[in-house]
């Protein structure tokens, strides 16, 4: 039985999260061994030029033709989501648990969702409000734990939630550009950009760009191959086919997810407050969700 359009979108995003929550875990381990931004100039811009040859033959073969003001936007994808937001989370990493890290970074959908109002004016319903009011409920909750319990480090929290908050506005960016000129194309030129915007920052930092300890090299390679290109491309095909906040809104299934690989694999405590938000933060996803598939925009009826 062949699945529709809605159902593939999002099983990608599925994927995607079962992928990216791993993220912060496989660069926990590494962190101290390799600099942060070296990390993030690293796996991108590798990836793009893995992903070159791809993206050249797709453009001939599509015949497709990008325009200036595609470029533009591309450039813009690149900086906001290489050069800025994911930058701030391997930076984060430096300061506080992976699980903490993993939580904060997921409240994108709330921005994502206020900058799809603020540039788009897509309209929130009641449902849907409700929905992400739980989610930010649940964000709150472990927020909490960390911050007036843990002690957390504040600049850790500081650099995740903006790390969040700029993810946010490329998830909404991305998603028109993506739908026309496709992800490989997208995410090649926004990777090769994003870490040629990165590289003066290295420079004045006096990080070296290509020389680390090559213990880090089978991390390294998971992050670029894997985190990367494959999680990348896999969110952006499942963005052609709902909608923005939603695509983004998914990532609220990560925190339990990545709270269980910190567990299991960095011995991190997983106390009642986590499990609790992370029950709530479930709950927003299917109410949520629930009234895209009451509003029609999720349908149940085959695609050609």
């Not at 061994?33 to 993030?40: A, C, S, T, Y």
């Not at 990008?66 to 994911?86: A, E, F, P, R």
């Not at 699980?99 to 309209?123: E, M």
């Not at 002690?151 to 998830?171: M, N, P």
Request: net charge positive.
């Amino acid at each position: 039985m062949l699945l529709d359009n809605h159902k593939l979108g999002y099983l990608a995003l599925v994927l995607t999260v079962l992928l990216f929550s791993t993220l912060e875990l496989v660069s926990k381990t590494i962190t101290y061994d390799i600099p942060p931004l070296q990390i993030n100039f690293l796996r991108f811009l590798a990836a793009g030029l893995l992903m070159l040859p791809f993206t050249l033959v797709t453009l001939s073969k599509n015949h497709t033709r990008i325009s200036g003001s595609d470029l533009i936007k591309i450039v813009i994808l690149g900086v906001v989501n290489v050069t800025v937001s994911v930058s701030l989370l391997h930076v984060s990493l430096k300061y506080a648990n992976a699980s903490l890290v993993a939580v904060i970074f997921c409240t994108n959908p709330i921005f994502a969702n206020f900058f799809d109002y603020l540039i788009y004016r897509k309209n929130l319903t009641l449902v849907k409000a409700v929905g992400l009011f739980l989610g930010t409920a649940g964000m709150v909750v472990i927020f909490y734990t960390e911050i007036f319990i843990q002690s957390a480090d504040v600049r850790g929290i500081i650099t995740a939630l903006l790390s969040a908050c700029s993810y946010g506005l490329y998830i909404v960016l991305a998603k028109s550009t993506s739908d026309k000129l496709g992800g490989l194309i997208v995410n090649c030129y926004s990777f090769i950009i994003g870490a040629l915007f990165l590289m003066p920052v290295l420079l004045a930092l006096k990080i070296p760009l290509f020389r680390f300890d090559l213990s880090v090299l089978p991390q390294m390679l998971y992050i670029t191959i894997m985190l990367t290109i494959v999680a990348y491309v896999l969110f952006l095909y499942g963005l052609k086919f709902l909608p923005a906040g939603t695509g983004s809104l998914i990532f609220f299934a990560k925190p339990p997810l990545a709270i269980l690989w910190a567990f299991l694999l960095l011995h991190e405590t997983i106390t009642l407050p986590f499990l609790l938000g992370s029950f709530i933060i479930m709950a927003g996803i299917g109410i949520y969700n629930y009234d895209l598939y009451k509003s029609g925009i999720i349908t149940t009826e085959k695609s050609d």
